[in-house]
């Protein structure tokens, strides 16, 4: 019973991370203020419209787990690979955020207010930082290189709503795109792994909390002659 609970917690953990109901990543209620909610609403039926449309959501991504066999099994790019496809299903059928379309609406969030560039890019580190997002090309060290040779030029502060100075700065960070080898239309490639990455480490997750689930399991008297079970064998359908 016990490893039945975890797994089904985890289970319904299997999209968490790409949906409302990781509170990590939660949509702010704000967000279905401005855009879900009909006109007229207020009060307590705009904020049952709002947890109507989550349970829609969550049965929508459950549905789809249902039919979908996941093997728990990180190391193997097929099984990742169809984990990722699940995710994507999930996320179309209910309508919900990829990692970058919901990394894209917290910027936007975050920054509509930010007059200046400088303190516009101080936001996205933030921003990269609290979601544990790496640099590993060091992309923020020569933006900021970028900015300060723009701003330089123009002898004072880059303002977002300056067009002149900002398409000074968008030719600045197309030279910084070639020397990455970084092309526009590679974005969708960029953003397929940034999934399948994203695909793995949930895959992790579940296996490592499967085996801590199992070997909990295993120190009770009553199943301390069972055999060990492979968590790759395990179908996460009959714990939902």
């Given amino acids: 019973m016990a490893f039945s609970s975890r797994l089904m917690s985890r289970s319904k953990q299997l999209y968490g991370s790409q949906t409302i109901l990781n509170q990590q990543h939660a949509f702010p209620v704000r967000y279905y203020a401005k855009e ?9 039926e705009m904020l049952k419209d709002i947890f ?5 959501k969550f049965e929508t991504a459950i549905g789809v787990l249902r039919k979908e066999k996941i093997t728990i099994d990180p190391e193997n790019p097929a099984a990742v690979s169809h984990y990722a496809k699940v995710m994507k299903t999930i996320r179309e059928k209910a309508g919900l955020f990829s990692e970058s379309q919901r990394i894209q609406f917290t910027i936007e ?26 640099d590993e090309l060091g992309v923020e060290a020569m933006t900021m290189d970028a900015l300060e040779k723009v701003e330089k030029e123009i002898k004072q502060p880059l303002m977002r709503n300056d067009k002149k100075g900002m398409a000074l700065l968008m030719a600045e960070f197309d030279k910084v795109n070639k020397k990455l080898g970084v092309r526009r239309e590679d974005l969708p ?3 397929e792994e940034l999934e399948l990455k994203i ?23 009553e199943f301390k ?3 060990e079970v492979d968590v790759r064998s395990l179908d996460i359908r009959n714990f939902l």
């Avoid at 909610?37 to 307590?44: E, S, T």
């Avoid at 969030?109 to 790496?134: V, Y």
């Avoid at 949930?202 to 399991?217: G, I, N, P, R």
């Fill in 36 to 44: 879900a909610a009909p006109a007229g609403l207020k009060g307590d």
């Fill in 52 to 56: 109507r449309d989550i349970k829609q």
């Fill in 109 to 134: 969030e975050e920054t509509q207010d930010i007059p200046d560039a400088r303190t516009f890019f101080l936001k996205l580190q933030e921003i990269r930082t609290k979601r544990g997002l790496s």
């Fill in 189 to 191: 490639k960029y953003e």
């Fill in 199 to 221: 695909a793995k480490a949930q895959l992790e997750e579940l296996k490592k909390d499967a085996v801590e689930a199992m070997e909990t399991q295993r120190k009770r008297e």
């Fill in 225 to 227: 002659n069972e055999k």
